[in-house]
């Protein structure tokens, strides 16, 4: 049995198929130019792929039971503007190995610290998704100065995991190994538009005997959010099944010193995926006005 704290596969052959349909999905859809690199950090050795020409780079965070080629839909978009480093966080389904639990929002930024350390990377442009961008808070929060801007897409850390939330992933779950004219309905009713996406389906499918051992994320305090020095950009989905988005975002602009939030028509936890375009434009914009006021 593993130890706690550490996630795992539940047999080598469920590892031995994510594998497969990780690489097919990689080497299908994934840019050619993207350069695989296996870091050490203190948690694990860590996967990340980098992309791109000069500057500060866009280093991107998954959300949880994610990896880095959930970033599919992005990397050419963001690396036609600077450098990209998307990561597969330990302890996630990917192609990291974690060695040590972690265990607070502390161990995270130092486990994210490691890996951009092992990666000659002083400054970054974070980018999270949900889990991912409570991780980019935690990394601002415990190391100011490493973080040029964080870019957050419906983020984690604000709330309790509602039952609301819980059931939106769970039906998501069984609706990604339906027929695929259930699925395409299920997108609609869910609104996740995460569904649409096969590949991603495939890969999803795949993890389902991954079992995660990480913290489900303590809610930020006013006073941490108050401490967040990084320029902050949030994009929330009007929708979002994880929280009232509306008070979230004005929560956001009262607390975070400077910081812009935004509220997606139509859109829910899954913003990422729908929105690729808006998404994409909004980061390069904010990264790009910041650079030019600093």
């Known amino acids: 049995m593993p130890a706690a704290g550490i996630s795992s596969f539940a047999s080598d052959k469920a590892q031995t198929r994510f594998a497969r349909a990780y690489e097919d999905l990689r080497l299908r859809r994934w840019p050619a130019d993207a350069v695989a690199v296996d870091v050490p ?13 000069e500057g500060i780079p866009f280093v991107l965070l998954p959300g949880a039971g994610g990896n880095a080629l959930s ?3 992005y990397m050419s978009r963001l690396a036609a503007t600077r450098p990209v480093i998307a990561i597969d966080p330990v302890g ?11 265990y607070n929002g502390r161990d995270w930024a130092d486990w994210l610290d ?12 974070l980018v999270g998704v949900s889990y991912g961008g409570w991780i980019a808070l935690q990394y ?3 190391l100011p100065g490493r973080a040029e801007t964080i870019t957050l897409l419906d983020p984690a850390g604000f709330g309790r995991v509602s039952g609301r939330f819980l059931a939106w992933i769970m039906l998501g779950g069984l609706a990604a190994f339906s027929p695929a004219p259930f699925r395409r309905l299920a997108a609609r009713v869910l609104r996740n538009a995460t569904l649409l996406e096969d590949d991603l389906m495939r890969l999803l499918r795949a993890s389902t005997a991954f079992r995660r051992r990480h913290l489900n994320p303590p809610e930020l305090t006013d006073e941490e959010l108050g401490r967040v020095t990084a320029p902050t950009l949030a994009l929330l989905g009007e929708r979002s099944q994880m929280y009232d988005a509306q008070s ?10 400077g910081a812009r939030a935004e509220t997606v028509p139509e859109a829910g936890h899954d913003l990422p995926v729908r929105c690729p375009d808006l998404v994409s434009d909004r980061t390069i914009q904010f990264t790009a006005a910041t650079e030019t006021r600093g």
């Open 92 to 102: 996630e389904p990917g192609r990291s190995v974690q060695e040590k639990p972690l």
């Open 71 to 73: 970033w599919l839909h």
């Open 41 to 53: 950090t203190s948690f694990g050795v860590t996967r990340a792929y980098q992309t791109g020409g």
């Open 140 to 142: 601002n929060l415990h």
């Open 114 to 125: 490691g890996a951009l350390t092992a990666l000659g990377v002083e400054r970054a442009h």
């Open 248 to 257: 979230v975002a004005t929560r956001i602009r009262a607390q975070i010193p």
